[in-house]
Structure formats: structure tokens, C-alpha cells
T-cell receptor
Framework: NAGVTQTPKFQVLKTGQSMTLQCAQD?????MYWYRQDPGMGLRLIYY???????DKGEVPNGYNVSRLNKREFSLRLESAAPSQTSVYFC????????????FGSGTRLTVV | AQKITQTQPGMFVQEKEAVTLDCTYD???????LFWYKQPSSGEMIFLIY??????QNATEGRYSLNFQKARKSANLVISASQLGDSAMYFC???????????FGTGTRLQVFP
């Protein structure tokens, strides 16, 4: 099925551990995004990539790095996880400048203890 | 700077009634897009409706319509004939044309009661 696949769906990390959240799409979309969702704060943009080979910071980039490996894949890395990074992470994709909805993955629930 | 504001943390509406969810935005980019998403308790993000900054008419999609007032920088979502299944979080979002960056408001929790 066409769509956006995020892995893993759930993860528990200890403070200081590192991990990479994976996002892959088969929509042939140019733009990809990483968001975090916390209660009462909506979705906040961490990083985005308007095209293969480019990445830009969003609203809350500190503590994260990203890689746009190719057109299909956009990964988010936590080098040294902190409890403040406990959140639900969503990946999204879109046609650049498109006038229809963005496609979201099902989310990754991350807990840092 | 790009900004989206939703001032209603929660709203209640009776089944079959209409409800308006407020959204205001700020941007210096003349080309932008406005979106509304629904997030039920299951967590997925469901696209509802889109309005482009140059669109002359308000967008409509079934029971959803977007009341776009460009001079006031508002993009309110109107849900007509509310149903119990409309109970969810609703997010307003804006994409700037120059950067393609999409940002969200903090959301409004809508509860529909019988």
C-alpha cells in the first residue's frame, strides 16, 4: 500500500542513549518533515527537507539531526536522548507546493527514562 | 515570522448543530496554504480541507468549509451537522510558499454530545 512508513512504532531509551527513527515513503513526494507532538503543544516541526539533498531546521531542532538519504527516506537521529525528548514523533511527506493534504506516518512513541 | 494560533483549547457542540473552530495566522510570504487536520483518539492525522492564499472562494469539502478572511488573517473551520464521530482534536496548519515549511497550531479538542 502506498504511504509513509515509520519505524519503530514504540521505543524506550535510557538517558544518554542514541537512536535513529526511520521514515520511508513510496508517494514519490519531494518534501519530507519530522514533527514531535506533546500534550497541549500541537505538532512542532523539528526538521524538514524540501528535496533530496537538502535539510532545514524547523521550530525545535536542538538535540536532533536528520539525513535525507534519498528521495524515499528521511531519518531523525537522537545522539544523546534526554527525558525532554519523550514524545510522539510523526513523519510527513508532500508534493512541494502541493494544494492537497500532507501524508503522515502512524507515529513513533518514544519514552526516555 | 510564520505563526498559527488556535485560541480555543476545547469546544462542545450538540449533535446535528454547526460549530466553528478558530484559526488565525501570520506570515510575510504572499503565497501560502492553509490546512485543517483531524486527529481522533487513535492518533492518525486526517487531512480535511485546504485553502490557497490566492483562492478567491472559500474551500468546501462535504460538511467541512473553511471561512477564509485574508485581510483578518483568519481561516476558521466550519463543521455543519456535527456527528458523534467528529469528536477529535483539530489542527490548523500553514505552509509558506517560499520555504515549503508546514507549521501547526496547538489544536482544539472538539466534543460532540447527543
Amino acid at each position: 500500500n502506498a504511504g509513509v512508513t515509520q519505524t519503530p512504532k514504540f521505543q524506550v531509551l535510557k538517558t544518554g542513549q542514541s537512536m535513529t527513527l526511520q521514515c520511508a515513503q513510496d508517494m514519490n513526494h519531494n518534501s519530507m518533515y519530522w514533527y514531535r507532538q506533546d500534550p497541549g503543544m500541537g505538532l512542532r516541526l523539528i526538521y524538514y527537507s524540501a528535496s533530496e539533498g537538502t535539510t532545514d531546521k524547523g521550530e525545535v531542532p536542538n538535540g536532533y539531526n536528520v539525513s535525507r538519504l534519498n528521495k524515499r527516506e528521511f531519518s531523525l537521529r537522537l545522539e544523546s536522548a534526554a527525558p525532554s525528548q519523550t514524545s510522539v514523533y510523526f513523519c510527513a511527506t508532500a508534493v512541494r507546493g502541493g494544494n492537497y493534504g500532507y501524508t503522515f506516518g502512524s507515529g513513533t512513541r518514544l519514552t526516555v527514562v | 515570522a510564520q505563526k498559527i494560533t488556535q485560541t480555543q483549547p476545547g469546544m462542545f457542540v450538540q449533535e446535528k448543530e454547526a460549530v466553528t473552530l478558530d484559526c488565525t495566522y501570520d506570515t510575510s510570504d504572499p503565497s501560502y496554504g492553509l490546512f485543517w487536520y483531524k486527529q481522533p483518539s487513535s492518533g492518525e492525522m486526517i487531512f480535511l480541507i485546504y485553502q490557497g492564499s490566492y483562492d478567491q472562494q472559500n474551500a468546501t469539502e462535504g460538511r467541512y468549509s473553511l471561512n477564509f478572511q485574508k485581510a483578518r488573517k483568519s481561516a476558521n473551520l466550519v463543521i455543519s451537522a456535527s456527528q458523534l464521530g467528529d469528536s477529535a482534536m483539530y489542527f490548523c496548519a500553514m505552509r509558506e510558499g517560499m520555504t515549503d515549511k508546514l507549521i501547526f497550531g496547538t489544536g482544539t479538542r472538539l466534543q460532540v454530545f447527543p
